[in-house]
């Protein structure tokens, strides 16, 4: 159990139905290279094997009762990835006008709540042996360097994938609303216990300047 930043935590608390804080990235790839040919399936096991280099794919939030503190994440014990790693088809003729308007309509639909907070889409139906993938993520689980790191662990620079070791990582129990009030409280205690020194230092600094 972790606990969001209050800059994470924000961008949740800023969303809004017309207003959603997720990013997405819109790439085109050449499939005639891939090793064995193209299948949905072979893409569904690549994202499958890359997971455990990429630790905000596997957590959900969980909501601190009467908004108490800022929400937590846990390892998600429902994780399902048929729920994020989708297929589409883009119409006819399948150009960038086509993906444009498929990976506009992905990106305006907000997030799950209630599952980690991403998905990876294929978009099927391109011309010239292409497909496009939109992998979406909310702000809250990703800033500038962590969306970085993310893609360079989805990301090979060569056709053939490189393989990544296995890390068991075991879901965790979905807490309480007393474990999350007793840690909610924790960690206020904490806080304030840090803030007590800064107070007296600053203090100290004021009634030295204006003595």
């Known amino acids: 159990m972790e606990r969001l930043s209050g800059m994470d935590a924000t961008f949740l608390y800023l969303e809004t139905p017309a207003g959603h804080m997720h990013v997405a990235m819109v790439g085109i790839y050449d499939i005639s290279t891939m090793v064995d040919g193209y299948s949905f399936e072979k893409f569904r096991t690549h994202i499958e094997s890359?997971?455990?280099?990429?630790?905000?794919?596997?957590r959900r939030l969980v909501e601190v009762p009467f908004q108490f503190h800022h929400p937590v994440w846990i390892e998600d014990p429902d994780f399902d990835?048929?729920?994020?790693?989708?297929?589409?088809t883009a119409p006819a003729p399948g150009g960038r006008r086509e993906l444009g308007q498929v990976a506009a309509e992905i990106a305006s639909v907000p997030l799950d709540r209630s599952r980690p907070l991403w998905e990876a889409w294929v978009i099927e139906g391109l011309k010239q042996d292409r497909v496009g993938f939109v992998v979406k993520v909310h702000h809250a689980a990703i800033d500038g360097a962590s969306g970085a790191e993310i893609m360079t662990?989805?990301?090979d620079l060569s056709p053939e994938a490189e393989p990544i070791e296995a890390v068991d990582t075991p879901p965790d129990r979905v807490p309480?609303?007393?474990?999350?009030l007793s840690y909610a409280t924790f960690s206020k205690l904490r806080r304030a216990r840090d803030v007590?020194?800064?107070?007296?230092?600053?203090i100290r600094s004021v009634t030295h300047l204006v003595s």
Do not use: G, K, W
Not at 50 to 58: A, D, E, K, T
Not at 81 to 88: C, Y
């Open 176 to 180: 309480n609303e007393f474990e999350l």
């Open 50 to 58: 890359r997971l455990q280099s990429v630790p905000p794919f596997r």
């Open 81 to 88: 990835l048929d729920n994020h790693v989708r297929r589409i």
């Open 196 to 202: 007590v020194p800064l107070i007296s230092r600053t």
């Open 153 to 155: 662990a989805l990301y």
